[in-house]
């Protein structure tokens, strides 16, 4: 096989960059109101008729994986435990060939349920979003009194055999911030991977503001006032998180730094909509419609080649610190993560 014949089956972009790694929202609704995603009364949902269906999920993600080149399915939302056919979804997905590798991001809320279920189906990995250890924080940030049930999902998940389960965390100033050392000693008591994820310029109220976020900086030098961290040295490769070894290893702890540290050289990643609508970057203000291709008719080939094309237009990285960034007009919970 010729390169250019790889290339013709790849997502490939302008800049040499292949995606290999696919993010699909299953829906954009959910059942928390985390203060860096969504104001507290909620939002509008998108209405059941624009969603993609379980049958179009399927059918978009054998076509990435078939016929593109996909390697790895990310499960995504909103939150997508809300989504009545994910276990048959992921049970689709597990029979694909060659066989993704099969994760979900989520809240962790209803997880406690749906951990054996979703193991026994084919799901490998789990990232459970956790910012505090405080009940009442908890509520604060989320607006939501659920701690106890996203605490049962992550051990669930890890008696279901989907270790290490990853657990992703968002500092927020003047909130949570001084929780990092004691998140990260939960994280090593339970065998849990714990990742920090600077806030992003992705919510639903457009409040984000760079001098107020938490960087991996401060980040660093909290959680080496605890522990001794030193450089991982694997190979990071695409990668969004930056690990350390704690206390000489094994256990690590990584920091998503898409802010002060950005990673888009190395982005291998390309993101589909609860609405069937292809995003190249998290950060895009444009998107490129399957949807409309999947129920007109288009065949499988037509389908790849469009969602080639918007993958080729693909920016160079996301320009947060460039003073001429727009935030995406839809919010993190809209666009899956």
């Keep these: 096989m010729t390169v250019e014949t790889r290339k013709a089956l790849t997502l490939v972009?302008?800049?040499?960059?292949?995606?290999?790694?696919?993010?699909?929202?299953?829906?954009?609704?959910?059942?928390?109101?985390?203060?860096?995603c969504m104001p507290p009364e909620g939002l509008p949902w998108l209405p059941r008729q624009e969603l993609l269906?379980?049958?179009?999920?399927v059918r978009l993600c054998r076509i990435a994986v078939e016929r593109l080149?996909?390697?790895?399915?990310?499960?995504?939302?909103?939150?997508?435990?809300?989504?009545?056919?994910?276990?048959?979804i992921v049970t689709e997905l597990a029979t694909l060939s060659p066989r993704p590798e099969l994760a979900l991001t989520t809240n962790g809320i209803g997880l406690a349920r749906l951990a054996g279920p979703l193991r026994a189906a084919g799901l490998d990995r789990v990232n459970v979003s956790l910012d505090t250890l405080r009940p009442?924080?908890?509520e604060t940030l989320a607006h939501r009194r659920r701690l106890p049930d996203v605490l049962a999902g992550i051990a669930a998940a890890a008696e279901a055999g989907m270790t290490p389960v990853k657990v992703n965390t968002v500092l927020l100033r003047d909130l949570n911030e001084d929780e990092?050392?004691?998140?990260?000693?939960?994280?090593?008591?339970?065998?849990?991977e714990l990742r920090f994820i600077e806030q992003m310029p992705l919510d639903a109220q457009h409040g984000w503001r760079r001098d107020r976020m938490v960087t991996a900086d401060e980040i660093?030098?909290?959680?080496?006032?605890?522990h001794e961290l030193a450089p991982d040295?694997?190979?990071?490769?695409?990668?969004?998180?930056?690990?350390?070894?704690?206390?000489?290893?094994?256990?690590?702890?990584?920091?998503v730094a898409s802010v002060t540290r950005p990673f888009c050289g190395d982005c291998?990643?390309?993101?589909?909509?609860?609405?069937?609508?292809?995003r190249s970057c998290l950060f895009s203000r444009d998107e490129a419609d399957l949807r409309g291709g999947l129920r007109g008719g288009a065949t499988d080939e037509e389908l790849a080649a469009a969602w080639r094309t918007a993958m080729w237009g693909k920016a160079p990285g996301h320009a947060i610190n460039d003073p001429s960034f727009l935030q995406p007009s839809r919010p993190m919970s809209a666009i899956g993560g």
């Design 268 to 278: 291998d990643r390309t993101r589909l909509t609860a609405d069937g609508q292809v």
């Design 69 to 88: 080149g996909v390697r790895q399915v990310r499960l995504t939302g909103g939150e997508p435990l809300l989504r009545p056919g994910l276990v048959d």
């Design 220 to 226: 660093l030098a909290w959680l080496s006032s605890r």
């Design 136 to 138: 009442d924080r908890f």
């Design 180 to 192: 990092a050392p004691e998140l990260l000693d939960y994280a090593l008591e339970h065998g849990l």
């Design 53 to 57: 269906t379980d049958a179009e999920v």
């Design 13 to 36: 972009d302008q800049f040499g960059r292949v995606a290999t790694d696919l993010r699909v929202s299953l829906t954009d609704r959910c059942n928390l109101r985390c203060s860096y």
């Design 233 to 255: 040295d694997r190979e990071r490769g695409s990668a969004p998180a930056q690990t350390w070894l704690v206390d000489g290893g094994p256990a690590r702890v990584g920091i």
